[in-house]
């Protein structure tokens, strides 16, 4: 058998050739029929026990995201609704207000086709069967495949990192305020009333413990299952009293603006509009979790992992429609411009809809859906850091090990929040560098990995997506800037 060279990602080898194609597909053969059994501190083995790893480096057997593989469509399913739906969806009629009716669901639409389609691609690109079966289960990798070490690295890290680090941090941020109004509305008319005292930083140290406390009972993503089912659960109701409560309380008449302003003359209407935009694009997040949640799942050579992997996004993209459309229009149609900029939906549901029982119960849904959406955004940083560990000791981490580095990242993740409480609002200036992760990257990585014949129907559609995509990236990032510049930020450091 020929030589087989390996590359290296820091401690994951992610890319094996030979010189010899044979001798290729029987190593690929050989890796899809069989795992190597990794044993955990307690002597148990690890992996998931399916028949095919697809990790080529068997230290992948003791990390969360590719410790288990016993995951199926259901629970894929809810991975990717709970991850998939952005804070910006609170933000959604702000959106229509910059755009107006026809140019806002067209601009949603197209957002959303476009964003399926990437996800497509990654599904896709998950694995490299039959030739060597490798699964490509973090983003990062895949980059790296695609594009090379050193591009691969600098092209994913940083947006990877903020799309799970930081929107952890917006998760308590936006957790924390909503917890506060919640405490507001059931000791409304009590002035006695404890609760209400609490500041914004306590209500931060209230979210993050209560996050990191359930975080430490579920040892990997494929755990997280039952998490994710609540949280998406969570997500659908809260969902759907927003858009309820309005239609049954009527519209309030002449605020709403019509007049689609892409085509007018003033720059600061061009500018709101290509904002509006924005906002439709980043609602739909995750795509830095696709290749992560698909890894859970078991695959082998008969029946590979991105045909359920697929069906799993195809269920939840449903159900996200159901969520993101009736919350752009109802909400546009209802409040139209007196949609507050800060808080949006839910700002708007608490002026004009009084009983405190719907909004706290409302307040309730969404505090449960971000601290489950939390523990998924967390998992790559927990991958990578027990890496570190597997790397030097050569063994699985221990659970006191796994213990001290969630709560390593609470602190850290609530330290940043408590610092920098005004993170939402510079959101679609970073937003904007993490936009190719979703918009730009799969198109060119299917193009690296896969080659289709130039200037075929393939080809031409994934370098004018990925060509396009890059193009607004830029042009949001410097709209986002002309808007910090424009409005100013108030920098309240350590007082949320």
């Keep these: 058998m020929a030589e087989i060279s390996i590359s290296r990602v820091g401690s994951s080898k992610v890319t094996p050739f030979s010189d010899d194609p044979d001798s290729a597909e029987n190593n690929g053969e050989e890796q899809a029929g069989r795992r190597p059994e990794m044993r955990n501190g307690s002597g148990a083995v690890s992996g998931g026990g399916d028949e095919f790893s697809g990790e080529f480096n068997p230290a992948d057997a003791w990390l969360p995201i590719t410790e288990s593989r016993n995951g199926s469509t259901l629970s894929a399913a809810a991975h990717l609704l709970c991850s998939g739906i952005g804070i910006q969806l609170l933000q959604l009629p702000i959106a229509l207000v910059s755009l107006g009716w026809f140019w806002g669901i067209l601009c949603l639409s197209i957002a959303f086709s476009w964003q399926l389609y990437t996800k497509w691609l990654l599904v896709n690109l998950h694995e490299s069967f039959p030739v060597t079966g490798i699964r490509y289960s973090r983003f990062v990798h895949l980059s790296i495949v695609a594009f090379g070490e050193k591009l691969g690295k600098l092209l994913a890290i940083f947006p990877t990192m903020y799309l799970s680090g930081g929107t952890c941090v917006l998760y308590i941020i936006m957790g924390g305020a909503v917890m506060k109004m919640f405490l507001k509305s059931i000791c409304d008319g009590n ?6 005292k609490l500041t914004g930083i306590e209500c931060f140290l209230v979210f993050i413990c209560f996050t990191i406390f359930v975080a430490h009972f579920f040892p990997n993503l494929n755990s997280l299952a039952s998490v994710a089912a609540v949280g998406s659960a969570a997500v659908l109701a809260y969902c759907s009293l927003l858009w309820i409560l309005p239609v049954m309380k009527g519209g309030l008449g002449d605020s709403v603006e019509t007049k689609a302003v892409l085509v007018a003359e003033s720059p600061t209407r061009i500018r709101d509009a290509f904002s509006g935009f ?3 694009a980043l609602a739909f997040r995750g795509h830095n979790l696709v290749l992560e949640i698909q890894g859970t799942l078991p695959s082998n050579k008969k029946q590979s992992s991105h045909k359920s992997m697929w069906r799993a996004v195809a269920f939840s993209s449903i159900l996200q429609i159901m969520c993101l459309y009736p919350i752009a229009i109802v909400g546009y149609w209802a409040y139209g411009d007196k949609t507050p900029v800060d808080g949006g939906m839910l700002i708007a549901l608490t ?3 009084t009983s405190k029982h719907i909004i706290g119960g409302v307040c309730v849904l969404i505090m449960i859906n971000y601290v489950c ?13 027990e890496r570190i560990y597997v790397t030097k000791r050569g063994k699985a981490c221990p659970r006191w090990v796994r213990s001290a580095i969630k709560l390593f990242f609470g602190g850290l993740t609530y330290f940043i929040a408590v610092t920098f409480p005004f993170l939402p609002r510079l959101a679609a200036l970073i937003g ?11 198109c060119f990585m299917w193009l690296a990995i896969k080659k289709p014949q130039r200037f075929s129907s393939t080809w031409c559609l994934n370098v004018g997506l990925g060509s396009a995509g890059a193009m607004l990236a830029f042009v949001y990032l410097v709209v986002a800037l002309w808007s910090l510049i424009d409005n100013g930020l108030k920098a309240n450091f350590y007082r949320p």
């Design 191 to 196: 002035p006695g009333c404890a609760a209400s």
């Design 278 to 280: 924005e906002v439709l």
């Design 351 to 353: 002026k004009f809809h």
């Design 373 to 385: 959406a939390f523990q998924i955004y967390a998992m790559p940083t927990f991958d990578n850091l």
């Design 432 to 442: 904007a560098i993490g936009l190719p992760v979703t918009l730009v990257y799969p």
